[in-house]
């Protein structure tokens, strides 16, 4: 195991390092420099797993039940060595640049980093969300390619890719049409669970791990300010997951607390766009965060 996660990590700087290098080369396009940013800080964060993966392994004796072969070295590292070459000449261009981050999809190092985070996330509850940031790694590269006019080639062959992962998103709200509301608007961004008020949520983010939580602000039983106080007291790091919906504002009670706290909130009703973007946004800052 612990030869596997030294590879890895090995792997996951180096992805850094060509995303950097390439948004420093390709600063005249905006759009992709800062898509290319945003890739090289996943995969910083894709290499510090490991480095924590491979501490709780020098505590424990893990068997692996695979081996990392030299064909298996040798097809990941190909790709990397062309990729790292042309930007070495100057010779990168967009296409191969595009090339290059969709074959890296198809690559088994994928498949090992799901397997070491599946073998430790079961004791320890801080790697669940890397599982979930491999898929949504894939869904923002799908959606970059998706902006991009004439690089469906690219597309097709990520859209080819199984899922491993399938996002989960809680909906707090005592109102059923707001519920049914925003699971038609969001189902294509992932499983939807609902809850009548704070209490029923908070036991559900005990049982299971979302990638983003909508909650109203006036509940009964426990009101949506209850519900964010006690879930970050639960799980620190899950604010920055919380998105409140609600048409109740008071300068003095709900806006002060969402400000002080940083909170991310959309007042009822509100574009669909805009609710489906600030979910989507979520589930991208959770990868770079944890």
């Known amino acids: 195991m612990r030869e596997i996660i030294n590879w890895l990590a090995g792997i996951e700087c180096r992805a850094s390092k060509i995303y950097e290098k390439a948004e420093s080369i390709f600063q005249d396009d905006s759009e992709l420099a800062d898509f290319l940013g945003h890739l090289a800080e996943e995969e910083k964060m894709h290499y510090e797993s490991m480095c924590k993966a491979a501490e709780l392994i020098d505590n424990k004796d893990i068997p692996s039940i695979v081996a990392l072969i030299d064909s298996t070295k040798q097809g990941v590292e190909v790709p990397f060595l062309l990729c790292e070459a042309k930007i070495e000449a100057k010779a990168l261009n967009k296409k191969d640049l595009l ?9 088994e190092w994928n498949q090992l980093f799901l397997y070491v985070i599946n073998t430790l996330k079961h004791e320890h509850r801080e ?3 890397m599982v979930a940031g491999i898929q949504q790694h894939k869904r923002s590269v799908e959606r970059f390619i ?3 006019p004439g690089y469906e080639e690219f597309l097709k062959r990520l859209k080819s890719l199984p899922a491993i992962w399938r996002e989960k998103i809680l909906v707090v709200d005592d109102t059923k049409m707001i519920v049914d509301l925003l699971h038609a608007v969001l189902k294509e961004e992932g499983d939807i669970e609902t809850a009548a008020n704070g209490k029923e949520g908070l036991k559900k983010i005990g049982e299971k791990y979302f990638s983003a939580i909508i909650t109203d602000l006036n509940m009964p039983v426990m009101n949506g300010i209850e519900f964010y106080n006690k879930a970050v007291e639960m799980y620190p790091n899950i604010k920055e997951r919380f998105l409140f919906f609600t048409d109740a504002f008071d300068e003095e009670y709900s806006l002060s ?3 002080k706290n940083d ?8 574009p669909i766009g805009d609710i ?6 979520i589930q991208s800052r959770e990868m770079l965060i944890k």
């Open 263 to 270: 909170i991310r909130y959309l007042q009822k009703p509100s």
């Open 99 to 107: 090339d290059f981050m969709v074959s890296t999809e198809f690559l």
């Open 276 to 281: 489906i973007k600030a979910i989507v946004e």
């Open 257 to 259: 607390f969402f400000r």
């Open 146 to 148: 998706k902006s991009q």
């Open 127 to 129: 790697f669940i969300p």
